[in-house]
């Protein structure tokens, strides 16, 4: 009996198993068929799978993107040493459920690839696609800053523990009141993104006498091939000081005229969900350009040179991530190099990932309910969540792979269309997902739902949001309460 959990390459899970005399037995969604021999499991818990393959059932540090997640004979998933039935009859559905030993590799993965080629960097925790205390706690426990983009954003990293030297203030639209506030908390580097943030703290440094540090976001002018919606270093970008119309450089020199602000460096966000390395080169190339032209015009050099998050993760079997290795490894080399021909001092390097910290952690459990089956058409099987919880395939088309959780073991002979119990016809998770005929009251566990899904959730139709729980070696915690109606009614001010 396999009871052990695998580590499986995320997007590469268990679809259904051979015949049950073969053993627990995976067929991977690259179509590949493993028989896992179960009977020879040695101590440190590593199981065999089929064609020689040995995986740890700690996640994998050897850049390949994997989660701890099993499948128990009999055709259960299970993830991080925990069965999901057990999550969802112990937490309730839907259920956002985080891998945090999964969370904790990525964060290591991150802070060694830099600081292994270039000690004097820093790696910032994007919360936004994330945000929790929890969260924001192990990314400090994992020596991260924290980036945070709003009021919320922020209290949530401080109460969390981390210290306000450790926190970058981001936002194209910061209100007086969340400047002054991050003024006086002392917030470690506010981001400026435009003049009326330079503005605003102009007139808040010479009031309060404080003095704040400051990066300037600027956009490069590169596009990224990812989806528009998530593209923010282009031209036509709502983000950021351009730098192809000059209004980068009008920025540096009124950053330097204002007393109260300490110009420490500058900072780009390419956009997300790349899996090229080529653009975050030449967003460094520019940069680095840029602090030459600083240090030359200016005679400014720059402590910071932010360079963003941005790494994509695997949805789908397809999908080919950026090894955070090779990622670091190419960034250092542009700004070693850079430096060295601009005969300028190495800055502090920081990158600001979210969803390649968080992405793959995170599996979403749902109860699956009624079931519409249109002859010639499709059949919708609608599941208890939708947009209110995952708003992201309505957003930008977000694509995502599921599984039945407790038929794993099972042909996938249905293709269907599963759909959130949003009052919205978008309102569609996964378009054509292949699974085994899906039966009311089945588990649906949709994959690397760990970014932009619990930070992006609403109370759209006045659904109570989902609670969040961290696994790890065959416990769970939970780490957000399930919001409750009345919790969603809390701030109505009821009728006289
Ligand atoms: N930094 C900034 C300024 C961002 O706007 C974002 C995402 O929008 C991130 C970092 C994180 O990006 P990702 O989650 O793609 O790594």
Not at 45 to 57: D, K, T
Not at 260 to 268: A, D, E, K, M, S
Not at 456 to 476: L, T
Request: hydrophobic share 40%.
């Amino acid at each position: 009996m396999l009871d052990e959990p695998l580590a499986i390459p995320l997007g590469a899970l268990a679809r259904r198993a051979l015949t049950p005399d073969e053993g627990p037995s995976l067929t991977l969604l690259d179509g590949s068929c493993y028989r896992v021999d179960a009977g020879r499991t040695p101590p440190g818990r590593r199981v065999r799978i089929g064609r020689g393959w040995r995986v740890a059932s700690q996640p994998a540090t050897d850049g390949r993107q994997a989660v701890l997640l099993g499948v128990k004979r009999g055709g259960t998933l299970v993830v991080s040493g925990v069965p999901v039935p057990t999550l969802a009859r112990e937490f309730g559905t839907p259920l956002y459920v985080m891998d945090e030993a999964r969370l904790r590799e990525r964060c290591r993965t991150y802070v060694a690839s830099l600081r292994e080629r270039y000690a004097n960097s820093q790696v910032v925790f994007a919360s936004k696609a994330f945000c929790c205390m929890a969260m924001c706690r192990l990314a400090h426990d994992e020596g991260l800053y924290v980036d945070v983009a709003s009021p919320g954003e922020l209290a949530t990293a401080v109460r969390a523990g981390v210290p306000a030297s450790h926190l970058l203030l981001h936002g194209n639209n910061k209100t007086p009141d969340e400047l002054r506030g991050a003024l006086e908390l002392g917030v470690g580097r506010i981001v400026l993104d435009n003049f009326y943030d330079l503005e605003l703290l102009d007139a808040l440094t010479r009031k309060t006498g404080r003095t704040a540090d400051v990066l300037l976001r600027l956009t490069p002018g590169i596009e990224p091939h990812t989806h528009r919606a998530i593209q923010t270093g282009g031209v036509d970008s709502k983000f950021g000081f351009g730098m192809l119309d000059g209004t980068a450089r009008e920025a540096v020199a009124r950053a330097l005229d204002v007393h109260g602000i300490r110009l420490r460096g500058i900072h780009c966000h390419i956009g997300s969900q790349i899996f090229d390395v080529e653009p975050f080169v030449q967003s460094a190339e520019a940069l680095m350009e840029f602090a030459g032209w600083m240090a030359r015009d200016h005679r400014v050099v720059i402590d910071d040179l932010n360079l963003g998050g941005g790494p994509g993760v695997r949805y789908l079997p397809g999908d080919r991530p950026l090894e955070i290795d090779a990622y670091a490894a190419a960034l250092i080399e542009v700004v070693r190099r850079r430096a060295r021909e601009l005969g300028l001092p190495l800055p502090r390097v920081l990158v600001e990932p979210g969803r390649s910290i968080v992405g793959d952690a995170g599996v979403t459990l749902y109860r699956v309910g009624a079931i519409k089956p249109i002859p010639g058409v499709r059949t919708y099987v609608a599941v208890d969540g939708g947009m209110y919880e995952n708003p992201r395939p309505a957003l930008y088309q977000a694509r995502y792979q599921s599984v039945l959780a407790e038929r794993l073991d099972e042909p996938c002979t249905a293709t269907v269309t599963i759909a959130g119990r949003c009052c919205e016809s978008g309102d569609v998770l996964i378009w054509d997902a292949v699974l085994p005929a899906p039966r009311a009251d089945d588990l649906l566990a949709v994959f690397s739902t760990g970014a932009y899904n619990y930070s992006m959730a609403s109370n759209y139709n006045r659904y109570p949001r989902p609670a969040v729980v961290f696994v790890s070696d065959g416990r769970a915690r939970l780490v957000v309460q399930r919001e409750t109606v009345d919790d969603v009614l809390a701030r109505d001010v009821p009728p006289a």
